[in-house]
Structures are given as structure tokens and as C-alpha cells.
């Protein structure tokens, strides 16, 4: 049990849905994060929120979109995906402040395959 | 975005001997993390380095911080199969809450 918990832990879905991701952190963090992490290339950083803001985004497609509705949940809407965006997605958070970020705890991850 | 190079990609050993992975950055870092990910889990942050030649000890686990802070290593010595995993470090140069650059990792493989 990390304190940031993600669901769906699996999703398989068409290029022509919509599905969202979800995470929930119990820690206090200020500041939450989506990774992505392939069996090419892993862990890209996606997406940086800090206190609800977005801060960060590291060119991702839109067809990702981003949500942080307050400092402990992040959503990742996912719509028309192609096959190379099956990945495992992982959701982190930390306490940041000052010139340093804090250590990252991430979630189990959502894995994810598009058909 | 910050870059980091971590080597080697894989390392093989047999059960009980040592292990060293590096990262490297061409600029100077704020600090440098570590985390470890089994097979089938997620990261996990193991250590933190800040200063200029910081040496940090864990157990079997030895962290190195560079004197220009622009390079890192970990090294574990009488390897266990319990570290089996990957090993990666991960870098923050700048101010705020930017999002850590992480290294490739380090696949560590352990022959009993």
C-alpha cells in the first residue's frame, strides 16, 4: 500500500472509445504526476500538476487530456488511443516546495491495451 | 528536459556478487534520486542525493553523488535474489515542481 491508489488496474479498449483513468492520493501532496511507462521507452513524464495546476506537459497527443479537480485526485481522459499507446500509466504525487522536489510515490499503475 | 544516461542497461550476475550502476548528466543536477522496480511492480524510491560528494549507505546499497554533481552511482554488494529489479535514477535540475527525468534503468538479473 503506497497511499496513491489507481484504477482500473487493467483496461483494454477500441481506438474509438473513451475511457478515464483514475488516481487518488491520501498522503497531503501538493503536487501529482502521470508517467507513462513502455516496454521501449520508459517512464515519460506526461503530465505535472502542483497545486491543481498544470504545470508541465511534456508535447503528449491530445488525445490524452488531464484533469486535476483538487490536490488528491488526477484523472487521465483517454479518446481515440492507437495500438502504440498501450503502456503501463503510472500516477505519482509529492510534496513539493522550494527548489526540490520530494521523493515520488507512485501508484500500482493501469495498465493499458488498445485494440 | 533534464537528460540523464544510465548504464549498462542490463547486468548480469550470479548470486552473491557485486553490482554498480551509473547515471550520468552533461549539466550540474540539483540533486539525484534512486528507485528500484521489481518485475511486475512499481517504482520505489530508495535514496536521495543533494550534496557534492555525498556518500549514502543502506545496508548493501552504496549511493555516490558526484564532486560536480553530474554523476551518480549505486552499488550493491554479495547480491541477494531479492534485488532483482530495475534500477533507476532520476534527475530534477530546476526550480518548482517540474516532474523528475528518469534514467533508462538498469536491469539487474541474478543467476542463483
Known amino acids: 500500500e503506497t497511499g496513491v491508489t489507481q484504477t482500473p488496474r487493467h483496461l483494454v479498449m477500441g481506438m474509438t472509445n473513451k475511457k478515464s483513468l483514475k488516481c487518488e492520493q491520501h498522503?497531503?501532496?501538493?503536487?501529482m504526476y502521470w508517467y507513462k511507462q513502455s516496454a521501449k521507452k520508459p517512464l515519460e513524464l506526461m503530465f505535472v500538476?502542483?497545486?491543481?495546476?498544470?504545470?508541465e506537459n511534456n508535447s503528449v497527443p491530445s488525445r490524452f487530456s488531464p484533469e486535476c479537480p483538487n490536490s488528491s485526485h488526477l484523472f487521465l481522459h483517454l479518446h481515440t488511443l492507437q495500438p502504440e499507446d498501450s503502456a503501463l500509466y503510472l500516477c505519482a504525487s509529492s510534496q513539493a516546495g522550494g527548489t526540490m522536489t520530494g521523493e515520488l510515490f507512485f501508484g500500482e499503475g493501469s495498465r493499458l491495451t488498445v485494440l | 528536459g533534464q537528460q540523464v544516461m544510465q548504464i549498462p542497461q542490463y547486468q548480469h550476475v550470479q548470486e552473491g556478487e557485486d553490482f554498480t550502476t551509473y547515471c550520468n548528466s552533461s549539466t550540474t543536477l540539483s540533486n539525484i534520486q534512486w528507485y528500484k522496480q521489481r518485475p511486475g511492480g512499481h517504482p520505489v524510491f530508495l535514496i536521495q542525493?543533494?550534496?557534492?560528494?555525498e556518500v549514502k549507505k543502506q545496508k548493501r546499497l552504496t549511493f555516490q553523488f558526484g564532486e560536480a554533481k553530474k554523476n551518480s552511482s549505486l552499488h550493491i554488494t554479495a547480491t541477494q535474489t531479492t534485488d532483482v529489479g530495475t534500477y533507476f535514477c532520476?534527475?530534477?535540475?530546476?526550480?518548482?515542481?517540474?516532474?523528475?527525468?528518469f534514467g533508462k534503468g538498469t536491469h539487474l538479473i541474478i543467476q542463483p
Open positions: 500538476y502542483n497545486f491543481k495546476e498544470q504545470t
Open positions: 532520476a534527475a530534477y535540475s530546476g526550480g518548482g515542481a517540474d516532474g523528475l527525468t
Open positions: 498522503l497531503g501532496h501538493n503536487a
Open positions: 542525493l543533494v550534496k557534492s560528494g
